[in-house]
């Protein structure tokens, strides 16, 4: 491209309870892309998934508003590259995309429905493929592949919304007698399988609550899963970086303001405490800086994910918790700010992902689509 800019599109909001998070992350990402490198493009995806473009469309996306933008789509044609935009009836070339860069949390962004469209344009994109946020998101699934692979998980169970509806007491059951296996019963976790954040979790430590918390991550999902809790938990994360080659950095530990890492102790509780690096025990740094590699390449989250490590105090025993392809990205979030730790500063890892994606995509276009027969 010689010393063109690269022409970036961000992608934020979208139809998600992560909206406002992404909105956030979003922000954060747009104020660091440098204009004598890239020629940016917003696109603001707003709460009913209607994709709009247009001056200020960060700030009335994020008031709820429209006026003034148009709408915007991607077609599955590849090789196009081009945002095409609606006015009246008409459809007219809006901006010409190198890189999509995803600031989507949740569903509908980071569990791989976006990243299929990508694909089927042929775009370039930051982050993992549609395998890795498909797995990655579905904690259920993702925790069936880490098991298989060795790393180790707490114990939990999932159930669907409908079992839940048709006999949530058979389903309470189920929960306590997977828990009584691990010791006490209580407390437990009730989870959207698919969703970040922490929106739709809640702790349970009577059969009413568990009720209660199957309800409500129900609302969420259609699949939910119910967790054991791990007791004296301490919530040590890392980052990871890079496509084939990856690089994970120093653990840090999460101590949160509330009961446990909520959605308000994650982005509104200014009391929650982040600590890097993490203070472990000996070896165990490197223990889960490997697991966290490991755990990418398995379901194949390449470009960047944040793991999220529990560490029983007490036994010393760690598990991994969870993984985010699409890891909340403002300046205070973990995955940047543990980069930061390491060695990265903000900017120049926005930058390194956009290379990724680049490097990404050169090593698809290698990809032989059309049989040939052998002579």
Partial sequence: ??????????????????????????????????????????????????????????????????????????????????LYCLQGDQLLPFAQMDVIFPVLHGTFGEDGTLQGLLELTDIAYVGAGVLGSAVGMDKALFKDVMRANDIPVVDSIPFTRRQIEADAQGVIAQAEAMSAQGGAIYPLFTKPANLGSSVGITKCRTRSDLYEGLLESASYDMRVLVERAVPNAREIEVSVLGNHEMIASQPGEVVPAGDFYTYEAKYLDERSILILPAELPEGMSEKVRQWAIRACQAVDAIGMARVDFLLDDASGEVFLSEINTIPGFTKISMYPKLWEASGIAYSSLVDRLIELAIERKAERDRTERQYRRKA
């Fill in 1 to 82: 491209m010689g010393n063109a800019k690269l022409r970036i599109g961000v992608a934020f909001g979208g139809r998600s309870g992560e909206h406002d998070v992404s909105l956030m992350s979003s922000r954060s990402i747009l104020s660091v892309l440098d204009a004598q490198k890239y020629e940016v493009t917003p696109i603001g995806i707003a709460r009913d998934g209607v994709w709009w473009v247009g001056e200020g469309v960060w700030e009335k996306i994020a008031a709820g508003r429209t006026d003034g933008l148009q709408r915007a789509l991607l077609l599955p044609y590849p090789g196009e590259n081009t």
